[in-house]
């Protein structure tokens, strides 16, 4: 496991810098030619506010392979007249999901009307805010910005976007070769994102999955990537300097993505979905604090990897893993929480899948812990080293 981590694993800290430092840079400058567009339509448009939130395992100390692949936050603004108000979405639909009502101020009049018919959708006679319509907004909007920026960049850097229908744009960015030592083609995922305060989002939900009754472009998901940020720096403070739970997160997540090249659809997707990379760490947190963080000393590296492969089998079994900041009470005081995490309506993140499924992908994780060395010796080879679908 040792060398499985340190071999196929561990990102070196000095490319992962370098592209960190390349990403924000590139990124810093499209959000600001975006923001300087968005001043000239006036004050019933969306605009972007100015900055942007680094989220994602390359920011959190838990990214494996290559340093290529980044999630930034772009908040947006809407006008000074309307303030948001979310609510969990009533009815069958994901797990998590919310509407997004809008207040104005000064009661809805016409001139909110040209704002409404651009961005909103109705829902029981209201207008709520559509994640759809403002993903598109957002990725033209980055489009017709993105001019200004290749030229700027141009000594610096290759930039493209790409835009896939329902998922936030992608910013290629390839470096020429005298600009940085590490020349490595990366893809940022630029997420548009509607700020509630205290350091929470929210953001489109994808478009897979079961909707309900709801339009898929009404719904929203909550984004906490500030408040796990938070936690994983307390636990840092708290554990022991050698703690080993950001390599047990690391190592599970290898071990799932070679398992994932000896399975068939469409349980291949399954596997995939049901342990994502957000499962995986929420199961990991919840474990963290159910005993003393001197047990996660690097000493017991393979203890605590079983011990978090058995609680994730048991969860599965059980078909319960309720997410962890959404109505829960149990998390540290010294992390503060905003009060409409702490109110909200607590989510169990494997609801959206049936008991067999859950079942099998149980039976499956075991068997990859019993037989990690088996898999790593086999999936590690070059045939079966392609890359893993993006989420």
Known sequence: LERFHARQLRV????????????????????????????????????????????????????????????????????????????????????????????????????CRPFAEGFCVELQGRSHLSSGLVLRWFQGHLQRCLGAVR??????????????????????????SDYVCCHISMAVRLIPAIPLGDALYLTALP???????????????????????????????????????????????????????GLEEPFCSQWGRVLSSYVLKTALFSLLLQGPLEAWDERFLVERLE?????LRDCLRKQVLMDFFLGNTGIPEAVALPRFLKEAAPVNLLSAFDGPTLDLVAFQLLSTWFQAPHIIRMYSSPRYLRPVPAP
Not at 68 to 79: A, E, Q, T
Not at 307 to 311: A, F, K, P, T
């Open 207 to 261: 478009p897979e999955g079961p909707h309900g009754s709801l339009a898929p472009e009404a719904l929203w998901g909550l984004n906490a990537s500030r408040q796990e940020q938070r936690l994983l720096g307390w636990l840092k403070e708290q554990a022991p300097a050698s703690s080993c739970h950001l390599k047990c997160l690391q190592i599970l997540k290898g071990l799932r993505d070679l398992r994932r090249q």
């Open 12 to 111: 070196s800290p000095h490319v992962l810098g370098h592209s960190k430092a390349h990403v924000g840079r590139v990124v810093a400058e499209l959000v600001r030619a975006a923001k300087a567009q968005g001043l000239q339509p006036g004050p019933l448009a969306l605009s972007l506010r100015g900055d942007f939130v680094r989220i994602g395992s390359a920011y959190e100390q838990h990214k494996v392979r290559s340093p290529d692949c980044f999630d930034i936050l772009v908040p947006l603004r809407l006008p000074p007249h309307l303030e948001p108000q979310p609510r969990c979405a009533d009815g069958p639909g994901p797990c998590g999901a919310f509407v997004c009502g809008l207040r104005a101020r000064d009661g809805w009049t016409r001139r």
């Open 307 to 311: 011990d978090l492969v058995l609680y």
């Open 151 to 176: 030229y700027r960049l141009q000594e610096r850097c290759r930039v493209s976007l790409s835009a896939c229908p329902g998922h936030p744009p992608t910013l290629h960015i390839l470096p020429c």
